[in-house]
């Protein structure tokens, strides 16, 4: 294979420059302004910002009089040749080679009229590490010092040492510019905690931006027609406007013809890389100490995140050290450690990395929260949870023809226990349709365990200061909420508070633009908002504190068959429950 570093120089800057023409399709933002282009005019002082955002912010600041360091290697050339080409003036020197001369040029150009812009961590690191230059180059040139903090709401980190930041095309990208405030000139310490700060204002707005969706809005109440939410429709995104229409398909009887032939070929590959796990061609990885997966078959809302930190609130009383590893969602990891105290919360896309991790870090047991299809990392033991929801209310199709990952008749095959789950008040219907299903489960896999849970609702909470100084019962007139099964909150919501008027829904995992927020606000009046726990997470830091914010926090009551599930899940975190992980591939 062709080496990089033997690629001739001048094809390598090429190979840069027609790289740059992706820029045109980032959306340049400011964090507290979203909704407007963002350029900055930047003035004749010192600038200071991370290596890994120099591409975005190259693009960005072009043609605005600036100078800059390139270390005198073969890179700092091609960096050196392409900054050129957009207009900066370049000193060649860097912290190990020709750093004094490089200072020296640098003090010329910003003489000459220019602002001076810095890598504080470059050439080679340590990442997010700030050096001594951009103090040395500010106190040099007696000039002010700013701080450039970058995110980007999607794209790619390279495998360099910066773990360099590519934006994906039609990404949004954040910029904000601080300045770094003090009596006497910035010290290395001021500008590298500014610099953090900026970082971390620009990636909330990031996150902020990938979760934003806008709502489907049920309105109630006489008062439904002042101060209008906004509502799904023709300004709906398509992302929105999909989920809607596969959600209603999933209601149907039959899907799509369309839907049904894309559930055909996600059935395939599904079953396709299972079997490749059967036959040991993919392999399955130890954690080095024992895991439970709490897992489903169905996308969302069947409960698998508050069995995980129930399981792990168990197993902490039991004297055992649990680790949860979840996928990585904040508000998903936030509710973990409110609802399981003193277990290890971990979330990356990489589980086995995860709870090997966590065994070397004293952990004794992990839960692998979402798990049934996460072959990859072997299972002590398997938990299935059904959701009784999506088994009468839905076709039970494979996505997206319905909201069934796999088929549940054989994924009760592979489980070693077995947890139906629902939000639907408990009624002598709803008993009589658990009792058929684990009769049905119990001639499909006999002698697994069963048992029988329903998710209900507490008492109303205050979860700000706004709602711990309210006088008075609750009151909250809006009830916010981003989560898979919507419809069953409100229920719970209007049942809990007669006080709620209006009702806004957002995707899973959403939250509000500034323009909702607005809304938002003015319908939810002085009584304030109603959410879930999980939502908390989410809206509390997008609302002033003097706007109540209550919680309606979720119960779990077990219904039949826990204490056979619970002895299985103590034995297997006490060793007393083996299974081979060469057996299993």
Same mark, same amino acid.
């Given at each position: 294979? &062709?080496?990089?570093?033997?690629?001739?120089?001048?094809?390598?800057?090429?190979?840069?420059?027609?790289?740059?023409?992706?820029?045109?399709?980032?959306?340049? *933002?400011?964090?507290?302004?979203?909704?407007?282009?963002?350029?900055?005019?930047?003035?004749?002082?010192?600038?200071?910002?991370?290596?890994?955002? #120099?591409? =975005?912010?190259?693009?960005?600041?072009?043609?605005?009089? &600036?100078?800059?360091?390139?270390?005198?290697?073969?890179?700092?050339?091609?960096?050196?040749?392409?900054?050129?080409? &957009?207009?900066?003036?370049?000193?060649?020197?860097?912290?190990?080679?020709g750093g004094s001369a490089g200072f020296r040029q640098l003090a010329r150009s910003f003489a000459a009229g220019r602002g001076v812009i810095l890598t504080?961590?470059?050439?080679?690191?340590?990442?997010?590490? #700030?050096?001594?230059?951009?103090?040395?180059?500010?106190?040099?040139?007696?000039? /002010?010092?700013?701080?450039?903090?970058?995110?980007?709401?999607?794209?790619?980190?390279?495998?360099?040492?910066?773990?360099?930041?590519?934006p994906a095309p039609g990404a949004t990208v954040f910029v904000s510019l601080a300045p770094v405030l003090g009596e006497n000139a910035p010290g290395t310490g001021d500008v590298q905690a500014a610099l953090r700060r900026e970082v971390a204002r620009c990636e909330q707005a990031a996150r902020e931006a990938c979760w934003s969706? !806008?709502?489907?809005?049920?309105?109630?109440?006489? +008062?439904?027609?002042?101060? !209008?939410?906004? +509502?799904?429709?023709?300004?709906? =995104?398509?992302? *929105?406007?999909?989920?809607?229409?596969?959600?209603?398909?999933?209601?149907? !009887?039959?899907?799509?013809?369309?839907?049904?032939?894309?559930?055909?070929?996600?059935?395939?590959?599904?079953?396709?890389?299972?079997?490749?796990?059967?036959?040991?061609?993919?392999?399955?990885?130890?954690?080095?100490?024992?895991?439970?997966?709490?897992?489903?078959v169905t996308v969302g809302g069947s409960g698998k995140t508050p069995l995980a930190a129930g399981i792990g609130r168990l197993l902490r009383e039991a004297g055992h050290h649990p680790a949860i590893l979840a996928r990585g969602y904040a508000d998903e990891l936030q509710l973990l450690a409110h609802?399981?105290?003193? /277990?290890?919360?971990?979330?990356? !896309?990489?589980?086995? +990395?995860?709870?090997?991790?966590?065994?070397?870090?004293?952990?004794?047991?992990?839960?692998?929260?979402?798990?049934?299809?996460?072959?990859?990392?072997?299972?002590?033991?398997?938990?299935?949870?059904?959701?009784?929801?999506?088994?009468?209310?839905?076709?039970?199709?494979?996505?997206?023809?319905?909201?069934?990952?796999?088929?549940?008749?054989?994924?009760?095959?592979?489980?070693?226990?077995?947890i139906s789950t629902g939000r639907e008040p408990w009624t002598a219907e709803l008993s009589r349709f658990d009792r058929e299903l684990r009769a049905r489960v119990g001639s499909l896999a006999p002698g697994v365990p069963m048992a029988a849970a329903a998710f209900g609702y507490g008492t109303v909470e205050a979860a700000n200061a706004g709602a711990r100084g309210w006088t008075g019962s609750p009151a909250p007139r809006l009830a916010l909420t981003g989560i898979m099964k919507p419809n069953l909150f409100f229920a719970q919501a209007d049942a809990a508070c007669a006080s709620v008027r209006e009702r806004l829904a957002l995707s899973d995992h959403g939250i509000p633009s500034p323009r909702e927020?607005?809304?938002?606000?003015?319908?939810?009046?002085?009584?304030?908002?109603?959410?879930t726990r999980k939502d908390l997470f989410r809206f509390r830091p997008l609302f002033d504190a003097g706007l109540p914010i209550w919680v309606l926090p979720e119960t779990l009551a077990w219904k039949a068959g826990w204490e056979n599930v619970r002895r299985l899940i103590l034995d297997t975190a006490?060793?007393?429950?083996?299974?081979?992980?060469?057996?299993?591939?």
């Open positions: 294979m &062709l080496s990089a570093r033997r690629i001739p120089l001048g094809i390598a800057v090429r190979l840069v420059r027609t790289v740059l023409p992706i820029s045109r399709t980032w959306r340049f *933002r400011h964090p507290d302004d979203p909704g407007r282009p963002y350029r900055p005019l930047l003035e004749r002082e010192v600038y200071a910002c991370w290596h890994e955002h #120099l591409l =975005p912010l190259t693009c960005l600041l072009a043609g605005q009089e &600036l100078v800059t360091l390139a270390s005198r290697d073969r890179d700092g050339e091609i960096i050196s040749r392409v900054l050129r080409h &957009l207009g900066y003036d370049v000193a060649r020197g860097s912290s190990t080679r504080g961590d470059g050439p080679r690191g340590p990442r997010r590490s #700030l050096k001594e230059g951009t103090a040395r180059i500010a106190k040099l040139t007696d000039s /002010a010092v700013s701080v450039v903090g970058v995110a980007a709401s999607s794209g790619r980190r390279l495998s360099s040492w910066d773990r360099f930041l590519v969706r !806008p709502p489907g809005v049920v309105r109630s109440g006489r +008062r439904a027609g002042r101060d !209008p939410l906004p +509502r799904s429709g023709r300004r709906t =995104p398509a992302r *929105r406007s999909l989920e809607l229409r596969l959600r209603g398909q999933w209601r149907r !009887p039959r899907a799509a013809l369309p839907l049904r032939g894309l559930a055909r070929l996600y059935g395939g590959a599904h079953d396709a890389r299972r079997r490749l796990y059967d036959l040991r061609l993919l392999r399955t990885h130890s954690a080095g100490i024992p895991v439970i997966s709490v897992g489903g609802e399981a105290p003193g /277990a290890s919360i971990r979330g990356h !896309p990489d589980r086995l +990395r995860s709870g090997r991790r966590a065994g070397a870090e004293g952990a004794t047991v992990a839960i692998l929260d979402d798990g049934f299809q996460h072959h990859r990392l072997f299972r002590d033991l398997e938990l299935l949870v059904l959701d009784r929801d999506a088994l009468r209310r839905t076709n039970r199709a494979r996505l997206p023809a319905g909201p069934f990952r796999e088929r549940w008749e054989r994924a009760v095959l592979r489980a070693d226990a077995i927020r607005a809304a938002a606000i003015r319908a939810a009046g002085r009584g304030g908002v109603l959410t006490s060793g007393r429950r083996d299974r081979d992980p060469a057996a299993e591939g």
